[in-house]
């Protein structure tokens, strides 16, 4: 299935994610949070590809960004 490739490539920049916050430079730990930020994007558009989202969770999640932004 085609949500597999997308948990695939989430998990490959989690496992990228905890080896640079494991290592005690600075930078590192940006690089690790950048990291975990696209392994959980990737997951979203992983289980976005298993079931349609409706027009009012599209509308929520707007709301729900702009606020946060």
């Known amino acids: ?27 590192m730990f940006l690089l690790g949070l950048i990291s975990f930020l696209l392994g959980h994007v990737l997951y979203v558009f992983g ?12 509308a929520g999640s707007l709301v729900v960004i702009v606020i946060s932004t």
Do not use: E, H, I, N
């Open 47 to 58: 289980f976005l590809t298993l079931a349609p989202v409706s027009a009012w969770a599209q």
């Open 1 to 27: 299935p085609v949500y597999y490739y997308w948990m695939l490539a989430g998990l490959v920049f989690c496992l990228g994610g905890d080896v640079f916050l494991a290592l005690p430079q600075k930078p």
